[in-house]
């Protein structure tokens, strides 16, 4: 334990140093070697301390584990950050990497910051629905100033060394290697001057219109922490002395850790993590991929290149022919210049991938790279066809992929002659922006093509859910049924716009988007095709009125966004409700004998979106296509705009009550014509008890 914090003596100077891998988190033991190691520097003569870490960074944040345990409490540390500040000699903190959470609080509590140039900063609480608990909603804004603190606390994204200088939030910038040298320097000065305490510092910006306007950004997250950082936590900082600010901040970290909506947020961050992780798969691949490789350059294939540059790797793309190749350029560049132009890319980043992107027409270009991804059209004869012609042309060893989002990818790799080197990839829409990855596992997918695409995913920072092979995988097949009901709610006199409010409202759910504005900006032509597709294959449904409403608008040219006319009007970046659509959806309702004496309540519309989702996932559970139920939740809350701090669909289903929703599922079952094909794990969890999240 005494090995997590060392203190030593440098010349005049006492140096502590965390050494806590792999982030340095502070946990219990950090907490208890800071205690003892300031209890020995109390003692000393030295002029001061300095507070530093070993590794690739400084605390990178608080042990999110503890936050489980029933007697977590964060007053050890808090205890600590006053002894350090109200000391009678000067503390230095020297940070690197990224100081994010707790190590930003300590740095704070010191007296003086010097700081790598590359470092970053960041107050990610509010990911965990949390507010910042060791003083950092009191510190931060006295030095930072209080619009600043919100923007950090309310986003949690990281600002660099640069703008940390600029705001106040450090003193002086150095190279890595001057970081110890500089803080122990720094005492020359600091010992003449008197100390300077963050908690006895006035706040910059302490006008009314400081904190104007972000309540939209936190009715937007729909997010309790977001409101608590606001309307309490910086409003105490503004108005009331730090002691009084730091009892408020405490009462808010208390009521938000035990919330549901943190509750959620902190299973998901586990259940993140722990989809990465598939058993008896070997993270450390014997097979390497430094070279990738795109056949098929439309939309999802541009995306999939740009992350793969993005990464860092060496992209080969190819086409049909010259012509789409040079239209698939085309759309890299687009891409790449509209990163440019909104400051996510340099000017410089931006010349190199394109040094790093080569081209070729046909899959004999590709017959060097690590790795190809086919994103050629959806149609099952041309992905085998392709596939063969990769499994012929790639050099043996090399992983072949393929971003089908509904195909059967065991046939696709039968057809390859190499079924052991074939593995799905399901990239979603845009695919250098989308943080979902889809991994399909083939029946003869071998582990470590299975592993080095994993870290392959990894590297272009995805998060990754491994699907067995069904219709849609684990996303699209869940969507499948929630759009069914979507559009028969259509058809018994709902209109789009009602059905998406619900889906949206914060109260009752808050989907980032309906299923209706969802189906417009992925393509009502690229969702029609699909289910014709499935339809024609013999294995889809055969009631002809299944997703007519869908099919009916692809026919009739409203493809969504694309078209500017969809299940909505577009005009610029402005939605307005269709009529045509509600009207086709009367027509159609009379074509095909749907009779409803009143349009579905809200109270329906909720319980028939959402209810047949958790009931698809349990099936999926049932026949293993997800390992773990945490896995559906992590899929539907990075790919498809399920809030986060619901926790995902199955997390939701708990806190409903699994008795409940097998009820209503069988009320809806008995009224309709369709099977609901009620899942029997989901029957069984209900009689038991036990949690449907929790299965895997
Ligand atoms: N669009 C989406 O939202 C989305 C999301 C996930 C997955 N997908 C899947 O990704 C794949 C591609 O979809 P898309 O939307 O990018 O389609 P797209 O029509 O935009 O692009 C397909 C590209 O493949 C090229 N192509 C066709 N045959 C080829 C061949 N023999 N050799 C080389 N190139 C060939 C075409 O020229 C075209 O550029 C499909 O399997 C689709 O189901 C699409």
């Given amino acids: 334990m005494g090995q ?59 042990d999110i584990a503890d936050f489980e345990s029933p007697d977590f409490s964060a007053s050890a540390f808090n205890d600590i950050l006053l002894r350090i500040e109200n000391g009678d000699r000067p503390v230095v903190a020297a940070v690197h990497g990224t100081v994010l ?27 965990l629905g949390l507010i910042p608990g060791s003083h950092g909603t009191q510190r931060l804004p006295r030095l930072v100033g209080l619009r600043q603190a919100a923007e950090m606390m309310m986003r949690g994204s990281m600002v660099g060394a640069v703008d940390a200088l600029d705001f106040g939030l450090v003193d002086d910038l150095v190279s890595p290697e001057k970081l110890r040298d500089a803080a122990i320097d720094a005492f020359t000065k600091l010992a003449a001057d008197p100390i300077r305490r963050t908690s006895a510092q006035s706040i910059s910006d302490d006008g009314a219109d400081a904190l104007a306007g972000l309540e939209k950004l936190a009715a937007k997250r729909s997010s309790e922490a977001a409101f608590a950082a606001l309307s309490g936590a910086l409003i105490a900082a503004r108005d009331l002395p730090f002691e009084q600010g730091i009892d408020m901040e405490a009462q ?77 350029v085309g759309r890299i560049n687009a891409t790449l210049d509209g990163l440019v132009k909104k400051g996510r890319l340099t000017e410089g980043q931006h010349q190199k991938c394109r040094t790093m992107l080569h081209k070729g027409v046909g899959p004999a270009a590709l017959s060097d790279v690590d790795i190809v991804i086919e994103a050629v059209f959806e149609d099952m004869d041309l992905k085998r066809r392709v596939a063969a012609e990769l499994g012929k042309y790639c050099k043996p060893g090399a992983i072949i992929a393929t971003n089908t989002s509904t195909l059967d990818v065991n046939e696709i790799a039968r057809a390859s002659g190499r079924p052991e080197d074939v593995v799905g990839t399901h990239f979603f829409s845009p695919a250098h922006i989308m943080k979902l990855l889809e991994v399909v596992r083939g ?82 032509d690229v969702g029609a095709r699909t289910v ?30 694309k078209t500017g006319k969809g299940y909505y009007l577009y005009e610029g970046r402005s939605a307005s409700p269709n009529p045509a659509v509600h009207a086709l959806a009367t027509q159609l309702a009379k074509d095909f004998n749907f009779t409803r004496s009143a349009p579905p309540s809200r109270q329906e519309i909720f319980e028939r979106l959402l209810f047949p989702l958790i009931n698809e996932a349990a099936h999926i559970l049932d026949e293993k296509i997800a390992a773990r139920a945490s896995d559906i939740d992590v899929v539907w809350t990075s790919g498809y705009g399920f809030p986060k701090w ?41 009689a038991s008890g036990d949690r449907l999240s929790s299965v895997g």
């Fill in 532 to 561: 014709i597709e499935w339809m024609a294959s013999g294995d889809g449904p055969t009631d002809p009125a299944y997703r007519i409403l869908c099919r009916r608008m692809f026919e009739a040219g409203l493809h969504g966004q």
């Fill in 4 to 62: 997590t914090v060392v203190l030593k003596t440098v010349g005049k100077v006492s140096l502590l140093e965390i050494d806590n891998p792999p982030v340095n988190a502070i946990s219990r033991a950090v907490v208890e070697g800071l205690d003892a190691a300031l209890r020995e520097y109390e003692t000393s003569g030295t002029l001061g301390l300095v507070i530093c870490a070993t590794g690739r960074t400084f605390v990178a944040g608080g």
């Fill in 443 to 524: 029946n003869a997918t071998a582990t470590e093509v299975l592993a080095a695409t994993l870290k392959f995913a990894r590297r272009i920072e995805k998060t990754v859910v491994v699907s067995g092979v069904c219709y849609g995988f684990i996303g699209n097949r869940m969507a499948e049924v929630y759009m069914r009901e979507n559009e028969a709610m259509q058809l018994e006199g709902a209109t789009p716009a009602e059905i998406d409010a619900v889906a949206q409202d914060p109260d009752l759910w808050g989907m980032a988007m309906g299923p209706n504005r969802m189906l417009d900006m992925a393509g009502v």
């Fill in 646 to 686: 619901r926790g995902g669909p199955l997390w939701m289903a708990d806190d409903i009550g699994l008795g409940k929703i097998v009820e209503r599922l069988e009320f809806y079952d008995a009224r309709a014509d369709n099977n609901w094909n009620i899942s029997p794990l989901l029957r069984k969890l209900a």
């Fill in 252 to 328: 808010l970290f208390d009521r938000l850790v035990t919330s549901a909506q943190s509750k959620a947020q902190r299973y998901l961050f586990f259940a993140e993590r722990g989809a990465a992780r598939v058993p008896g798969v070997d993270a450390v691949s014997v097979r390497k991929i430094e070279t990738v490789g795109v056949l098929g350059v439309g939309t999802m294939g541009a995306g999939i290149a740009v992350a793969a540059l993005l990464a860092g790797y060496l992209v080969t793309i190819s086409e049909a022919d010259d012509e789409l190749l040079q239209a698939g």
């Fill in 101 to 127: 959470g707790g190590g930003l609080e300590l740095a704070m509590a010191c007296h003086h910051r010097i700081s790598t140039q590359d470092c970053r900063f960041g107050m990610p609480e509010i990911k």
